[in-house]
Protein backbone atom coordinates (compact mmCIF):
# COMPACT_ATOMS: atom_id res chain seq x y z
CA UNK A 1 0.00 0.00 0.00
CA UNK A 2 2.85 2.09 0.37
CA UNK A 3 4.52 1.94 -2.69
CA UNK A 4 1.23 2.59 -4.50
CA UNK A 5 0.61 6.41 -2.81
CA UNK A 6 4.66 6.61 -2.74
CA UNK A 7 3.83 5.88 -6.55
CA UNK A 8 0.80 8.56 -6.86
CA UNK A 9 2.96 11.19 -4.95
CA UNK A 10 5.34 10.91 -7.53
CA UNK A 11 3.03 11.28 -10.36
CA UNK A 12 1.49 14.20 -8.41
CA UNK A 13 4.87 15.38 -8.10
CA UNK A 14 6.17 15.24 -11.41
CA UNK A 15 2.56 16.48 -12.83
CA UNK A 16 3.00 19.74 -10.70
CA UNK A 17 6.54 19.94 -11.86
CA UNK A 18 5.31 20.54 -15.37
CA UNK A 19 2.91 22.85 -14.06
CA UNK A 20 5.17 24.89 -12.71
CA UNK A 21 7.64 25.02 -15.70
CA UNK A 22 4.37 26.60 -17.69
CA UNK A 23 4.00 28.90 -15.20
CA UNK A 24 7.41 30.12 -14.78
CA UNK A 25 7.56 30.75 -18.61
CA UNK A 26 3.90 32.81 -18.29
CA UNK A 27 4.81 34.12 -15.63
CA UNK A 28 7.45 36.03 -17.22
CA UNK A 29 5.03 37.71 -19.30
CA UNK A 30 1.79 38.21 -16.89
CA UNK A 31 2.15 37.66 -13.10
CA UNK A 32 -1.29 37.46 -12.73
CA UNK A 33 -2.04 34.15 -14.48
CA UNK A 34 0.71 32.65 -12.83
CA UNK A 35 -1.19 33.36 -9.66
CA UNK A 36 -4.68 32.14 -10.60
CA UNK A 37 -3.13 28.75 -11.92
CA UNK A 38 -1.43 27.96 -8.02
CA UNK A 39 -4.10 30.01 -6.50
CA UNK A 40 -5.85 26.53 -5.89
CA UNK A 41 -3.06 24.25 -4.94
CA UNK A 42 -0.96 26.78 -2.43
CA UNK A 43 0.33 23.90 -0.44
CA UNK A 44 2.07 22.76 -3.75
CA UNK A 45 3.06 26.02 -4.37
CA UNK A 46 5.01 26.67 -1.07
CA UNK A 47 6.75 23.22 -1.54
CA UNK A 48 8.03 24.37 -4.54
CA UNK A 49 9.20 27.55 -3.28
CA UNK A 50 11.07 25.33 -0.57
CA UNK A 51 12.54 23.95 -2.93
CA UNK A 52 10.55 20.89 -2.04
CA UNK A 53 9.60 20.24 -5.98
CA UNK A 54 12.67 20.88 -8.69
CA UNK A 55 12.13 21.35 -11.97
CA UNK A 56 14.72 19.15 -13.80
CA UNK A 57 17.09 20.55 -16.17
CA UNK A 58 19.62 19.76 -18.44
CA UNK A 59 22.26 21.53 -16.69
CA UNK A 60 21.16 19.44 -13.65
CA UNK A 61 21.73 16.23 -15.29
CA UNK A 62 24.81 17.02 -16.55
CA UNK A 63 26.29 18.49 -13.06
CA UNK A 64 24.69 15.19 -11.93
CA UNK A 65 26.93 12.73 -13.79
CA UNK A 66 29.77 14.88 -14.08
CA UNK A 67 30.08 14.48 -10.17
CA UNK A 68 28.91 10.78 -10.26
CA UNK A 69 31.91 9.92 -12.67
CA UNK A 70 34.81 10.52 -14.24
CA UNK A 71 33.86 12.32 -17.83
CA UNK A 72 35.57 14.31 -20.41
CA UNK A 73 32.72 15.36 -21.67
CA UNK A 74 28.90 15.66 -20.81
CA UNK A 75 26.33 17.46 -23.20
CA UNK A 76 22.86 17.42 -21.97
CA UNK A 77 19.46 18.94 -23.85
CA UNK A 78 16.28 18.93 -23.04
CA UNK A 79 14.01 21.74 -22.15
CA UNK A 80 10.66 20.16 -21.09
CA UNK A 81 11.39 18.76 -18.13
CA UNK A 82 11.13 15.42 -18.82
CA UNK A 83 13.01 13.66 -22.20
CA UNK A 84 16.92 14.54 -22.44
CA UNK A 85 19.29 13.45 -24.48
CA UNK A 86 22.98 13.29 -23.51
CA UNK A 87 26.42 12.96 -24.82
CA UNK A 88 28.64 11.75 -22.54
CA UNK A 89 32.45 10.73 -22.95
CA UNK A 90 34.01 8.62 -19.95
CA UNK A 91 37.64 6.43 -19.56
CA UNK A 92 34.81 4.53 -17.43
CA UNK A 93 33.20 2.97 -20.27
CA UNK A 94 36.75 0.97 -21.20
CA UNK A 95 35.80 -2.55 -21.85
CA UNK A 96 32.16 -2.20 -21.57
CA UNK A 97 29.40 -2.52 -23.90
CA UNK A 98 26.69 0.30 -24.35
CA UNK A 99 23.64 -1.32 -22.16
CA UNK A 100 26.87 -1.74 -19.26
CA UNK A 101 27.92 1.98 -20.15
CA UNK A 102 24.39 3.08 -20.30
CA UNK A 103 23.90 1.34 -16.88
CA UNK A 104 26.96 3.21 -15.23
CA UNK A 105 25.23 6.76 -16.12
CA UNK A 106 21.58 5.34 -14.70
CA UNK A 107 24.05 4.10 -11.14
CA UNK A 108 25.42 7.99 -11.05
CA UNK A 109 21.80 9.68 -11.54
CA UNK A 110 20.10 7.21 -9.15
CA UNK A 111 16.49 8.02 -7.91
CA UNK A 112 16.45 10.52 -10.54
CA UNK A 113 16.13 8.20 -13.39
CA UNK A 114 13.01 6.49 -11.51
CA UNK A 115 11.35 9.61 -10.02
CA UNK A 116 12.45 12.80 -12.14
CA UNK A 117 13.36 12.17 -15.43
CA UNK A 118 10.96 10.60 -17.80
CA UNK A 119 13.37 9.56 -20.78
CA UNK A 120 16.89 9.96 -21.40
CA UNK A 121 18.23 8.70 -24.14
CA UNK A 122 22.07 8.61 -24.66
CA UNK A 123 25.32 8.40 -26.19
CA UNK A 124 27.92 6.65 -24.37
CA UNK A 125 31.40 6.79 -25.66
CA UNK A 126 35.35 6.28 -24.41
CA UNK A 127 37.69 8.75 -24.82
CA UNK A 128 39.59 6.85 -28.23
CA UNK A 129 35.85 6.74 -29.83
CA UNK A 130 35.23 10.13 -29.38
CA UNK A 131 38.43 10.94 -31.00
CA UNK A 132 38.45 8.61 -33.59
CA UNK A 133 34.50 10.16 -34.04
CA UNK A 134 36.10 13.77 -34.40
CA UNK A 135 38.48 12.89 -36.86
CA UNK A 136 36.15 11.40 -39.31
CA UNK A 137 34.12 14.32 -39.40
Not at 106 to 116: F, I, N, P, S, V
Request: charged share 20%; net charge negative.
Amino acid sequence: MADAANAQKRLQDQALTAVFLVVERVYERDTSVAVLVFYGNLPAWQRYMKGELQMVTADSIKTHIETSMSCELVHVEGDDGYHFSAIIVSPEFRGKNMVQQHQLVYRALGDRMKQEIHALSMKTLTPEQWAESNNQN
